[in-house]
């Protein structure tokens, strides 16, 4: 069985989504230490933007010289992500929704034929058969009973995303509010790494 681990946030060993989604992983491979994991660093090895050489390449056009090496990063994004049983994701909210070095991934991942298809039915995911795994850390609060839940477009444009590619149930472990003081920080930390250590086995 294989794991991807994602990280996305720029904080380094000061980010939040980072600690839970470790945590995640190191849960599920006590549950299950034959578990091959391998890893992403979105910060550290970011994927450009699309552009519209990317999207000729996609439909058959000659792609220039220059933009090969990321043409088989792209590739090599999607082969991890097709080949993974369970996704976990560290994805901090920057500015009401996804760093956008997340957003190049997902750009990655949504790929016509390999992870979603059309027919007369409309749109049809192809990536139904993955455990889908997001550590989410905000800095205030977001829940649907707060007054700041219309500006929340994270967790629900990942449910989205997830939903549109076949993975109905994503789980999602929230850090709340860590902005919001010290002890809120705190308590909110403590909180997601308890449900990450409570996560079902792989």
């Not at 929704?97 to 990655?108: E, F, H």
């Not at 219309?150 to 629900?156: D, I, V």
Request: charged content about 15%; overall charge neutral.
């Amino acid at each position: 069985m294989k794991l991807l681990h994602i990280d996305s946030s720029v904080l380094g060993p000061h980010s939040v989504s980072r600690q839970v989604s470790a945590k995640i992983v190191e849960r599920l491979k006590q549950a299950t230490p034959s578990l091959d994991v391998s890893y992403r660093d979105l910060t550290q090895t970011p994927l450009a933007h699309l552009s519209g050489s990317h999207l000729a390449a996609a439909q058959g056009a000659p792609a220039p010289a220059d933009l090969a090496p990321d043409l088989a990063a792209s590739q090599a994004v999607l082969a991890e992500f097709l080949a993974a049983d369970i996704v976990v994701i560290g994805a901090p909210m920057y500015n009401f929704t996804i760093p956008s070095q997340l957003k190049a991934w997902i750009d990655r991942i949504l790929v016509a034929g390999k992870t979603f298809k059309y027919d007369a039915n409309g749109p049809q995911g192809l990536a139904g058969n993955k455990r889908v795994i997001v550590a989410i850390s905000r800095g205030g609060y977001y829940g649907a009973d707060t007054p700041a839940a219309l500006g929340e477009h994270l967790e629900t444009y990942l449910r989205w995303v997830f939903g549109f590619i076949g993975i109905a149930n994503p789980e999602f472990i929230l850090a709340d509010g860590i902005q919001v003081g010290p002890e809120h920080r705190e308590k909110a930390l403590t909180s997601a790494l308890a449900a990450a250590t409570s996560l079902r086995a792989a």
